[in-house]
């Protein structure tokens, strides 16, 4: 069980927008439509920002959005603001009901 | 509101085994399954396995079998996670977490600070 492959790290000015990925294989990311994104801040639990890809609990703001294509999902923060700096973390299900993190990535707003 | 409480820090010595424990309140216990997910210091999260209250069944990552055991007690709404052979590698925080809708995990437990030395 391989964690799915994230950049460690990802940049934007405020008002931008930013799409972090995160890479897994047919068994995992590309077998089924069960990405979820968490934020994490420093010292804190993480949240989650979007699950089954594309939704959104509510109280998430629509500035972000998920999509999928083949074996990678993305996240896509559009108008950045200060407070979505912060760690991101992609998860997807796999084979045999277990579930995969990715390694993360540090959003940064510059 | 829906809510799950873990219990305290601990500390470990090598070969020791750990027992956490995450009480959960505000929703029927059994209707969810709950994840149990830990982040060693500085590094990125790490799922351990799964766990139904319904049913007792259980599925574990790969790198954690054999040495995972996940049970509940529905008396008290409490799900526990017994980690054995702890080496320092182990040193992190345990979080659980609930399924609210495959792969929705919501809400998270305040995490558990487990530290492994001698």
């Known amino acids: 069980q391989s964690a799915l492959t994230q950049p460690p790290s990802a940049s934007g000015s405020p008002g931008q927008s930013v799409t972090i990925s995160c890479t897994g294989t047919s068994s995992d990311v590309g077998g089924y439509n069960y990405v979820s994104w968490y934020q994490q801040h420093p010292g804190k639990v993480p949240k989650v920002m979007l699950y089954e890809v594309t939704k959104r609990p509510s109280g998430v703001p629509d500035r972000f959005s998920g999509s999928k294509s083949g074996n990678t999902a993305s996240l896509t923060v559009s108008g950045l603001q200060a407070e979505d700096e912060a760690d991101y973390y992609c998860?997807?299900?796999?084979?045999?009901?277990?579930?995969?993190f990715g390694g993360g990535t540090k959003l940064t707003v510059l | 509101q829906v809510q799950l409480l873990q219990s305290g820090t601990e500390v470990k010595e090598p070969g020791a085994s750990l027992k956490v424990s995450c009480k959960a309140s505000?929703?029927?216990?059994?209707?969810?399954?709950i994840h149990w997910v830990r982040q060693a210091p500085g590094q990125g999260l790490e799922w351990m396995g799964i766990f139904n209250p319904r049913d007792d069944t259980t599925s574990y990552a790969q790198q954690f079998q054999g040495r995972v055991i996940m049970t509940r007690d529905t008396s008290t709404d409490t799900v526990y996670m017994q980690l054995s052979s702890l080496r320092s590698e182990d040193t992190a925080v345990y979080y659980c977490?609930?399924?609210?809708?495959?792969?929705?995990?919501?809400?998270w437990g305040q995490g558990t600070l487990v530290t492994v030395s001698s």
């Open positions: 977490s609930r399924d609210a809708a495959f792969g929705l995990f919501d809400p």
């Open positions: 505000g929703y029927p216990f059994t209707r969810y399954y």
């Open positions: 998860t997807s299900y796999a084979v045999s009901n277990t579930w995969v």
